[in-house]
């Protein structure tokens, strides 16, 4: 499937340029919206992105009248501790000191939801990371940057601290937020068992 064949409305609940940057990789056209969701939602990383990609996904459905909805949400794990966004440099130099010299996974939920009917389909996409051992300084040079503060784990693997990886284990685009093979075969599935036609 790609974008010249597309007879569906498809809408992308994120705010995020990366995510956009993908899903326009991916040959889709979209809209985008980025909805305002309470993201407190306790538990292990997997259940937590589960809960929240279908939150913004149904949030988003709310403004329109069909179309497919696609949100995402990704979290890190360490040791069964989820990292979020960092609150401040000193949050971020702790997550990325706990991250050195460790592995970790990096959790991404992906929720489908068919805007008209509220049909939804979700999966959880997980990626193992391991960093080398990081320095303070590099630590600390890589938060002046200000690439960690609005990523989860306070890193992108897109940006410098693609340096700090010694081994990936899954999907690298998932480490980036939106896992585009995955998506891909979600979306096939999805219009498959029941078609979504474009609709204003």
Do not use: W
């Not at 705010?15 to 889709?28: D, I």
């Not at 068919?114 to 939804?120: I, K, L, M, P």
């Not at 609005?150 to 940006?159: L, T, V």
């Amino acid at each position: 499937m790609s974008g010249m064949e597309q007879h569906f409305r498809l809408i992308l609940a994120s705010g995020s340029p990366r995510r956009h940057e993908l899903l326009k990789r991916m040959g889709y056209a979209f809209e985008s919206c980025a909805p305002d969701v309470d993201e407190r939602v306790e538990g292990p990383a997997e259940e937590v992105v589960r809960a929240l990609a279908q939150r913004k996904a149904g949030k988003a459905a709310e403004g329109y009248p069909s179309g497919v909805v696609v949100a995402s949400d990704t979290l890190v794990s360490l040791n069964g501790r989820a990292l979020g966004k960092p609150i401040d440099e000193k949050d971020a130099f702790s997550m990325l000191r706990a991250l050195s010299g460790n592995e970790h996974e990096v959790f991404t939920g992906v929720c489908l939801m068919d805007a008209a009917t509220g049909r939804v389909s979700i999966e959880v996409v997980r990626t193992g990371v391991r960093f080398r051992a990081l320095s303070d300084a590099e630590i600390e040079a890589y938060i002046a940057t200000g690439e960690p503060m609005d990523k989860a784990g306070a890193y992108g693997i897109q940006g410098a601290a693609g340096a700090f990886v010694e081994k990936i284990d899954g999907s690298y685009e998932n480490v980036m937020g939106f896992p585009v093979d995955d998506v891909e075969r979600m979306l096939k599935e999805f219009l498959k068992k029941q078609p979504v036609r474009e609709g204003r």
